[in-house]
């Protein structure tokens, strides 16, 4: 990865998180290490549990305040935020990794717990050799201007809306 693009997986439907997390799992099994900085969730979910099995390649550090944020953000969700952005960027800038993933960064811009001249800042920090994907509906319009790829993820359908429940018992 001699350039280390900027990639962003947006719109309205699921498995954006997937897209990025398949990203991550080939970067991996490539010998490359992954850095993700979850925004917005919160908690021991299963994909947390599937790459603590991969933990010599794949770190994960979850920075949001485990509620949604919907309306005014509280304090809380501010300084989750930053903190977040912060321990990614320096995780970007230690040479340690070859992929930074800034899970449902797009939301916390939408959200207002993130400016868009922070994650400015953060992309134009960005080595060469360094992957940086963003998820999450919408994004920074600078951050989009600048990207090298734009995936956007339309629902077609949703189990849900049809009161089907999950098939699986997965979600997302």
């Given at each position: 990865?001699?350039?280390?693009?900027?990639?962003?997986?947006?719109?309205?439907?699921?498995?954006?998180?997937t897209a990025a997390l398949g990203l991550a799992l080939r970067a991996a099994g490539s010998g490359l290490r992954v850095y993700i900085a979850k925004f917005?969730?919160?908690?021991?979910?299963?994909?947390?549990r599937a790459l603590e099995r991969l933990s010599d390649r794949i770190a994960v550090e979850q920075f949001g305040t485990?509620?949604?944020?919907?309306?005014?953000p509280d304090p809380a969700d501010f300084e989750a935020a930053r903190k977040g952005l912060a321990a990614a960027r320096q995780a970007m800038l230690?040479?340690?990794?070859?992929?930074?993933?800034?899970?449902?960064?797009?939301?916390?811009y939408e959200s207002k717990i993130i400016s868009e001249q922070d994650l400015m800042d953060f992309?134009?920090?960005k080595p060469d050799g360094v992957e940086l994907v963003l998820t999450g509906r919408g994004g920074a319009p600078a951050v989009l201007e600048r990207a090298d790829l734009i995936t956007e993820?339309?629902?077609?359908?949703?189990?849900?809306?049809?009161?089907?429940?999950?098939?699986?018992?997965i979600e997302s």
């Open positions: 990865m001699e350039k280390g693009y900027i990639q962003v997986y947006t719109g309205n439907g699921k498995q954006k998180i917005m969730e919160k908690g021991h979910c299963s994909e947390i485990g509620c949604s944020v919907r309306g005014k230690s040479g340690g990794y070859d992929m930074v993933v800034l899970e449902e960064a797009n939301v916390a992309v134009s920090a993820i339309k629902l077609v359908r949703h189990y849900f809306e049809q009161g089907v429940g999950t098939r699986t018992g």
